[in-house]
């Protein structure tokens, strides 16, 4: 009767002691599956806080100015006007475009202004922006390196568009200057070849788009 006794205890014993085990087993996989749970939500969060499209400064253009300076990048300028249909779509279809976003953070310090309010009816009159959306390309010293109008249609051509920019940002010869020494007659093969490239570049800023605004 004491060994019937005994077992019995020993079994309530041994119940017990699986029972806690699998207890804190489920506990502990609880646990892990919700670390997951959290790492997984943390990963997609700051994926995409990487792809939210274009970063633009909430500042005034001097402090995006001063960061492009500090940064050695162009200020890019999105120009637009609350009435503009094309400025709309513009927005609509690149501003939001993960594509579009990572090469315009990486190489540019983005800025957006409306033309008829604030600062940017002084900056509007600076750089001579006449249709709408204007896209300004502006070096830290504040000199305009390159610009152009209009609505692009496709992510290749408006990532041409950055291509262009930043081939005039690296030519250290500005557009005035290579019509001075071209007038001037001093000049070689090489330089005829680099002008030529120059005002093939610049010639996108003509015809390179189809849609634009313009004010009068």
């Known amino acids: 009767r004491l060994y019937k006794h005994f077992d019995r205890e020993r079994s309530k014993k041994y119940f017990f002691i699986v029972t806690f085990r699998r207890s804190d087993s489920f506990h502990n996989e609880n646990n892990t599956m919700k670390q997951i749970t959290c790492m997984l939500l943390f990963l997609g969060c700051t994926l995409l806080a990487f792809s939210e499209g274009i970063n633009f400064e909430k500042g005034t253009f001097k402090e995006a100015l001063a960061k492009a300076k500090k940064e050695n990048k162009m200020l890019y300028i999105d120009v637009?006007?609350?009435?503009?249909?094309?400025?709309?779509?513009?927005?609509?279809?690149?501003?939001?475009?993960?594509?579009?976003?990572?090469?315009?953070?990486?190489?540019?310090?983005?800025?957006?202004?409306?033309?008829?309010?604030?600062?940017?009816l002084e900056i509007a009159k600076t750089y001579k922006v006449s249709g709408y959306p204007t896209n300004l390309f502006i070096h830290p010293d504040e000199s305009l390196v390159y610009t152009f109008s209009g609505c692009p249609e496709s992510n290749e051509e408006l990532l041409q568009k950055g291509e262009i920019a930043r081939a005039e940002f690296d030519d250290p010869m500005k557009l005035s200057t290579y019509e001075s020494q071209f007038a001037s007659n001093n000049y070689n093969e090489q330089f005829l070849r680099n002008y030529l490239e120059k005002l093939n570049r610049r010639n996108e800023n003509i015809f390179g788009c189809q849609y634009s605004c313009f004010g009068f």
């Open 80 to 120: 637009y006007t609350t009435w503009c249909g094309p400025c709309k779509i513009f927005a609509k279809k690149f501003f939001n475009n993960n594509e579009i976003g990572s090469y315009f953070n990486q190489h540019f310090i983005c800025f957006s202004l409306d033309a008829e309010k604030g600062e940017g």
